[in-house]
C-alpha cells in the first residue's frame, strides 16, 4: 500500500482538479460535486489503508463525530445562512493546521522531521508559516461569522494607529518565525501562534459588511494555504495538491470579486466601510417621496410587460422567495412575457450566493446572466423585478463621488420603463448607503416580505 498510495493520491488529486473545473458553470457544478465527493473518499480511504492499525481506531471514532456533526450542520442549516457556514467551517480548516504543527513540533520523530529541539529547518519554517497562516484565518473566520450572523455589528470596527498595529505584528510574526527557526524553543512557536490569532481579529474587525464576499473568498484561500503547509510537515503530497489548489482558486475568486466591485484586494483589507445602518423607515427622506404600490398594482404591470429582468438579492435569500418568484416568472412566460435573470457577482453574502438559490428553484440556467453580459438590457426592458438587491442596483455607485460605494460596477435597473423595488422597508442596504432609485419616477416599491410579496403577486396574476 505505501508504493500504490501515491498513485492514488494523484488520482485523487485529479478528480479535485475536475471538480474545480465542473463547478465554474452552473450546468456542470453537480458533475464538479461529484468528482469532489469521489476523490475525496479515495483519498480517505487511501489514508486509512496506508495509516498504522494502531491509530486506526482513533481515526475512525474522529471522522465518526466529524461527519456526524457536519451531516447534522448541513441538513439543519438555512440557504441564507450558508455564508456564515463557510466562514465557520473555514475557521476549523485554520485550527486542524494549527494542532497538526503543534503535534508535529512536540512530536517531529513521527513525522520524520527530527527530535524535539532539534527540527529540521525546513520544517520548521513549513511548520510555523502553516500554523500561523492557521490560525490567521481561525479567528479571522470567526469574526467574519459573526459579521455574518449579526452576533457582530457589520459596521466597520476602527481606531486609532490600526494599520500601523497590524504592520507591527505582522514584523513581529517574522521575527518569531526567524527566533523559533534558531532556537527551537517553544516560547517562540506558541508567540507565534498568539500574534497570529490576535492578526486574525484585527484583520478582519475593520471590514464591514458590504466586503463580506471577498472575505469569505480570502478566508477560503487562507485555509488552503495553511493546509499546504501543514502538508508539507507531514510529507503529505495530496494535501499539498489539495491546499494549493484552494488556496490559489480562492486567491482568484477574491481577485474576480475585487473586481466586481471595482475595489483593490488592499482596499478591502484596510477595510473601513460597509456597515449596517438603517437611515429612513418610511416612505419620505427630506424632501423626497417613494412611490407606493401593492400586489395588485404590480400584477397588473408585470402580466402587461413584453421583457422582465429580475434582479436577486439578499431579500430574496431571507425571505426564500426563489421558488415563489420561479413560479411566478414561469406564470409570466405562459403569458408570452419574455423573463430573464441578471446577477451581480457580489450579491448576496459570498459569491455565488444568488446561483445557488436560483438553482435550488430549478430556475433554467440560459435564463440567468451576469452583469456585463444583461447590463445594456435595461434600457430595452419594460420592468425590472428587483427584490431586496440594494446597493448593487445603486445609481450612487455611478452618479456620487464622495460616496463610499463610488466606482463599484452596478446593474442599471434604472433604465428600464420601470422598476418594481420589493423590500422590507425603505432603509438602506448592507453598505449603509441610501439608494436614490427609490425616489425615481419609474420605481415603485412593494413594502413587505419577499415571499408574501411575490406570491400575492401570483394570485393576482392568476
Not at 501515491?6 to 457544478?29: Q, V
Not at 485554520?94 to 497538526?100: P, R
Not at 449603509?432 to 394570485?459: C, H, R, S, W
Request: proline share 4%; aromatic share 8%.
Amino acid at each position: 500500500m505505501t508504493t500504490l498510495a501515491p498513485l492514488l493520491y494523484l488520482i485523487a488529486s485529479i478528480l479535485f482538479i475536475l471538480a474545480l473545473r465542473g463547478l465554474s458553470h452552473p450546468e456542470s457544478a453537480r458533475q464538479g460535486l461529484k468528482f469532489g465527493m469521489f476523490g475525496m473518499a479515495l483519498a480517505i480511504v487511501t489514508t486509512l489503508f496506508a495509516s498504522d492499525a494502531g491509530m486506526l481506531f482513533w481515526i475512525l471514532a474522529g471522522i465518526a463525530i466529524g461527519g456526524g456533526i457536519g451531516a447534522t450542520v448541513a441538513k439543519k442549516i438555512q440557504m441564507t445562512a450558508l455564508p456564515q457556514l463557510v466562514a465557520a467551517f473555514h475557521s476549523l480548516v485554520g485550527l486542524a493546521a494549527v494542532c497538526v504543527a503543534a503535534a508535529a513540533f512536540y512530536n517531529p520523530g513521527a513525522y520524520g522531521i527530527g527530535s524535539f529541539g532539534d527540527i529540521k529547518l525546513a520544517s520548521l519554517i513549513e511548520m510555523s508559516l502553516g500554523a500561523a497562516i492557521g490560525a490567521v484565518t481561525f479567528t479571522g473566520s470567526i469574526i467574519a461569522w459573526g459579521k455574518l450572523q449579526g452576533k457582530i455589528s457589520g459596521k466597520p470596527v476602527t481606531f486609532a494607529m490600526q494599520h500601523p498595529l497590524n504592520a507591527a505584528l505582522g514584523g513581529l510574526l517574522i521575527f518569531l518565525i526567524f527566533m523559533l527557526c534558531t532556537t527551537n524553543a517553544s516560547f517562540f512557536f506558541w508567540s507565534i501562534i498568539l500574534v497570529a490569532l490576535a492578526l486574525g481579529v484585527l484583520m478582519i474587525i475593520p471590514i464591514g459588511g458590504a466586503d463580506m464576499p471577498v472575505i469569505v473568498s480570502m478566508l477560503n484561500s487562507y485555509s488552503g494555504w495553511a493546509a499546504a503547509g501543514i502538508g508539507f510537515t507531514l510529507h503529505n503530497p495530496l494535501l499539498i495538491i489539495t491546499g494549493a489548489l484552494v488556496g490559489a482558486s480562492g486567491a482568484i475568486l477574491s481577485y474576480i470579486m475585487c473586481k466586481g466591485m471595482n475595489r483593490s484586494f488592499i482596499s478591502v483589507l484596510l477595510g473601513g466601510f460597509g456597515g449596517e445602518q438603517v437611515t429612513g423607515g418610511g416612505a419620505d427622506l427630506g424632501d423626497r417621496t417613494a412611490k407606493i404600490g401593492a400586489a395588485e398594482d404590480a400584477a397588473y404591470i408585470l402580466k402587461n410587460a413584453s421583457k422582465v429582468i429580475i434582479v436577486p438579492g439578499y431579500g430574496m435569500a431571507v425571505a426564500q422567495a426563489q421558488h415563489a418568484v420561479r413560479e411566478m416568472a414561469d406564470m409570466l412566460k405562459a403569458e408570452g412575457v419574455d423573463v430573464k435573470y441578471a446577477i451581480h457577482p457580489v450579491a448576496g453574502r459570498m459569491p455565488g450566493h444568488m446561483n445557488v438559490l436560483l438553482a435550488e428553484a430549478n430556475v433554467p440556467y440560459d435564463e440567468v446572466f451576469e452583469l456585463e453580459d444583461i447590463n445594456r438590457d435595461f434600457a430595452q426592458t419594460d420592468v425590472v423585478y428587483v427584490i431586496g438587491a440594494n446597493d448593487i442596483t445603486n445609481p450612487a455607485a455611478k452618479t456620487d463621488s464622495s460616496s463610499p460605494i463610488y466606482g463599484m460596477p452596478v446593474l442599471d435597473v434604472g433604465a428600464a420603463k420601470t422598476v418594481l423595488f420589493v423590500k422590507r422597508s425603505m432603509g438602506s442596504g448592507y453598505a449603509g448607503v441610501d439608494n436614490p432609485l427609490f425616489y425615481q419616477d419609474n420605481t415603485m416599491m412593494l413594502l413587505g416580505d419577499a415571499k408574501k410579496m411575490t406570491e400575492e403577486i401570483i394570485k393576482a396574476v392568476e
